[in-house]
């Protein structure tokens, strides 16, 4: 799709300021992937200054991977703000469904409106309180049960709500994108969810067209990962190939390897 190879150039002409207030396991690789495809990545998520931050940036995003009671007040002073000065922000609700310490948080943020929820299924259908249950942060559920679940939290949130897998799925109420790109080793790889959170928070921040700055940002996680696996051995060296493929994908390459629906 021509509208989503040109959102990258866009992305590295205009490499947008991206907040991320995430977890301990995934910092590091977050911010290397979206200096890697072209953002700037700052993590910031001290009391004294997460709104001034919040402020500054082209887009937040809150990841709730490691919690503890500092942390999760700074995403709910974070996503306070965002919301009030209309700031797009990103929701991984990493491990939603496995504890009730974590559904307690979740319930006091979405009430701020995330503009985007990415999750995987067995996240995205705890979050409709579906009754299931998470097992850690890996998903264990059908797309087809997600899907339902995708719509439902779209329609009750207002938000694009994007489920990772073998397919992604990017619903907004009841439109559906899809992206078939992508390697099953991903998987096996911490932080790959994390960071198509971190890219979606990147093209949110430059496309307004919040359903296509979302397929843009999962079609890129999808042909970076497709070049990376052509080059790798297993997890290790797919995760170092899968940087370069960000920083050296070009468009003209990106829409001929997309395989992208588009509704
Ligand atoms: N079986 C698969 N085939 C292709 N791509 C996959 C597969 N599983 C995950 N991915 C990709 O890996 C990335 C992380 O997705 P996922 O593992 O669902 O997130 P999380 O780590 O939050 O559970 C996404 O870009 C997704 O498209
Ligand atoms: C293992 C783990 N534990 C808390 S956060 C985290 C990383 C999860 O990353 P992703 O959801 O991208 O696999
Ligand atoms: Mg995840």
Same mark, same amino acid.
């Given at each position: %799709?021509?509208?989503?190879?040109?959102?990258?150039?866009?992305?590295?002409?205009?490499?947008?300021?991206?907040?991320?207030?995430?977890? #301990?396991?995934v %910092?590091?690789?977050?911010?290397?992937?979206?200096?890697?495809?072209?953002?700037?990545?700052? %993590?910031?998520?001290?009391?004294?200054?997460v709104? +001034?931050?919040?402020?500054?940036?082209?887009?937040l995003?809150?990841?709730?991977?490691?919690?503890?009671?500092?942390?999760?007040?700074?995403?709910?002073?974070?996503?306070?703000?965002?919301?009030?000065?209309?700031?797009?922000?990103?929701?991984?609700?990493?491990?939603?469904?496995?504890?009730?310490?974590?559904?307690?948080?979740?319930?006091?943020?979405?009430?701020?409106?995330?503009?985007?929820?990415?999750?995987?299924?067995?996240?995205?259908?705890?979050?409709?309180?579906?009754?299931?249950?998470?097992?850690?942060?890996?998903?264990?559920?059908?797309?087809?049960?997600?899907?339902?679940?995708?719509?439902?939290?779209?329609?009750?949130t207002?938000?694009?709500?994007?489920?990772?897998?073998?397919?992604?799925?990017?619903?907004?109420?009841?439109?559906i994108?899809?992206?078939?790109?992508?390697?099953?080793?991903?998987?096996?790889?911490?932080? %790959?969810?994390?960071?198509?959170?971190?890219?979606?928070?990147?093209?949110?921040?430059?496309?307004? +067209? #919040?359903?296509?700055?979302?397929?843009?940002?999962?079609?890129?996680?999808?042909?970076?990962?497709?070049?990376?696996?052509?080059?790798?051995?297993?997890?290790?060296?797919?995760?170092?190939?899968? #940087?370069?493929?960000?920083?050296?994908?070009?468009?003209?390459?990106f829409?001929?390897?997309?395989?992208v629906?588009y509704?």
């Open positions: %799709m021509e509208q989503i190879s040109e959102l990258l150039k866009k992305l590295r002409n205009q490499s947008p300021l991206v907040q991320s207030i995430t977890n #301990y396991v %910092m590091n690789n977050t911010a290397n992937a979206l200096l890697a495809a072209g953002a700037s990545p700052i %993590m910031a998520h001290a009391h004294s200054e709104k +001034d931050m919040v402020n500054l940036v082209g887009a995003v809150i990841n709730i991977g490691t919690l503890d009671e500092y942390w999760s007040e700074s995403m709910l002073i974070a996503a306070e703000h965002a919301h009030s000065i209309q700031k797009p922000w990103v929701l991984d609700p990493v491990g939603a469904g496995a504890t009730p310490y974590r559904n307690e948080l979740l319930s006091k943020l979405l009430p701020f409106k995330p503009t985007v929820i990415r999750g995987n299924a067995s996240e995205i259908m705890s979050l409709t309180s579906v009754n299931i249950k998470s097992k850690g942060v890996d998903s264990t559920n059908t797309s087809d049960e997600a899907i339902e679940a995708g719509i439902l939290l779209s329609s009750q207002d938000a694009v709500v994007v489920i990772s897998g073998e397919v992604d799925y990017i619903i907004e109420r009841n439109r994108s899809q992206v078939k790109n992508g390697n099953p080793i991903m998987a096996k790889i911490t932080g %790959m969810g994390c960071t198509a959170s971190a890219l979606t928070g990147a093209f949110v921040a430059i496309e307004k +067209d #919040y359903m296509l700055a979302c397929t843009a940002a999962m079609a890129l996680m999808g042909v970076a990962g497709d070049l990376a696996a052509e080059k790798s051995e297993g997890p290790g060296t797919l995760q170092l190939h899968f #940087y370069d493929a960000l920083y050296n994908l070009q468009p003209e390459e829409g001929e390897r997309m395989i629906k509704p």
